[in-house]
């Protein structure tokens, strides 16, 4: 890949982290305009964007497998952060854990994904990020909102929560329709171009907005440098373990290196934007916001990197 071609799929996403950042800063886009855009994007792009990845779909044993691997993954790291936490101060500990697993796949990997390898490969991310939804919806996101309201979360009330989540709905309708013949015959429909159609104008727009939204919620808490630089490099290190532990296990699975690349990316995404939606108390808001956005630069790197390295691994 020539220096042209590396920025032509770099400097994009770059610019709209930048344009993001300035137009929150001058005013042209606040938190309302952001909530309202992404909302666009969580309840109506992102869920057809990830149903037609998970209806075209290859699926086999590895798959399943998949699967297993992934939540093991996502449960260890929960594990792991939970036997970390004393090394930030005694206020943050009880969000410190919810820092070292679960990955933003959604709002970030999805459209950084799709830039490097293209929308008909957007599955492959897809199928890594399943059992994210599947444990952030369960076990992750019942236990930061237990331990930050001091309530107790029934059963029911996370079954509830998954099922009003249209991205979480889409991968179940779009992996069942996936494993059927049906998507193939109706694709090779002329009525089909009409879907397709369809399909494009509504996700085309969801990367840039995306990337407008991260770089506008970038934002630092000088006192808190501290504590949450020692965060974001304990969950790198941890990341970087995981990650070194999946590439040898595809390796023995005989992954494609689409595949490869997808882990990579997936594994050192910031986390789940959606954390601080379950924070309700200022201080340790501000601490979860502050590591995100000084997460977000080594995400950049990473996929910079695989941009400028594409051809290596394709």
């Given at each position: 890949m020539n220096i042209l071609d590396a920025l032509s799929i770099v400097l994009p996403v770059v610019l709209m982290l930048v344009l993001g950042f300035f137009c929150q800063k001058i005013g042209?886009?606040?938190?309302?305009?952001?909530?309202?855009?992404?909302?666009?994007?969580?309840?109506?792009?992102?869920?057809?964007?990830?149903?037609?990845?998970?209806?075209?779909?290859?699926?086999?044993?590895?798959?399943?497998?998949?699967?297993?691997?992934?939540?093991?993954?996502?449960?260890?790291?929960?594990?792991?952060?939970?036997?970390?936490?004393?090394?930030?101060?005694?206020?943050?500990?009880?969000?410190?854990?919810?820092?070292?697993?679960?990955?933003?796949?959604?709002?970030?990997?999805?459209?950084?994904?799709?830039?490097?390898?293209?929308?008909?490969?957007?599955?492959?991310?897809?199928?890594?990020?399943?059992?994210?939804?599947?444990?952030?919806?369960?076990?992750?996101?019942?236990?930061?909102?237990?331990?930050?309201?001091?309530?107790?979360?029934?059963?029911?009330?996370?079954?509830?929560?998954?099922?009003?989540?249209?991205?979480?709905?889409?991968?179940?309708?779009?992996?069942i329709i996936g494993l059927t013949p049906l998507m193939t015959m109706f694709l090779n429909t002329d009525i089909s171009k009409l879907y397709v159609a369809s399909k494009d104008i509504i996700t085309v727009p969801m990367n840039s907005m995306i990337l407008l939204c991260v770089g506008a919620d970038l934002g630092i808490n000088a006192s808190l440098i501290k504590e949450c630089f020692k965060t974001v490099v304990a969950r790198l290190i941890v990341s970087l373990c995981f990650l070194g532990a999946l590439l040898v296990?595809?390796?023995?699975?005989?992954?494609?290196?689409?595949?490869?690349?997808?882990?990579?990316?997936?594994?050192?995404?910031?986390?789940?934007?959606?954390?601080?939606?379950?924070?309700?108390k200022e201080a340790s808001s501000s601490y979860i916001a502050t590591t995100i956005s000084m997460y977000m630069p080594i995400t950049v790197i990473v996929y910079i990197l695989l941009a400028v390295f594409r051809n290596y691994f394709l």
């Open positions: 042209i886009l606040n938190k309302n305009g952001t909530a309202t855009i992404k909302k666009y994007v969580i309840n109506i792009a992102l869920p057809v964007a990830v149903f037609h990845a998970m209806a075209t779909a290859e699926y086999n044993v590895s798959v399943i497998l998949l699967f297993f691997i992934m939540l093991a993954v996502l449960s260890l790291g929960l594990g792991v952060g939970f036997l970390l936490k004393e090394i930030v101060k005694e206020e943050y500990r009880p969000y410190f854990p919810f820092l070292m697993t679960v990955y933003e796949g959604g709002l970030l990997g999805y459209p950084l994904y799709t830039n490097i390898c293209g929308a008909e490969h957007l599955s492959t991310l897809a199928l890594l990020d399943f059992a994210g939804m599947v444990f952030g919806f369960s076990v992750y996101f019942s236990l930061l909102g237990l331990i930050d309201s001091g309530k107790e979360i029934k059963a029911s009330e996370i079954v509830k929560s998954a099922l009003k989540s249209p991205t979480f709905i889409a991968v179940i309708v779009g992996m296990t595809f390796k023995f699975m005989h992954m494609d290196n689409y595949m490869i690349l997808a882990a990579i990316l997936y594994m050192l995404l910031t986390p789940s934007f959606s954390i601080s939606s379950f924070v309700k």
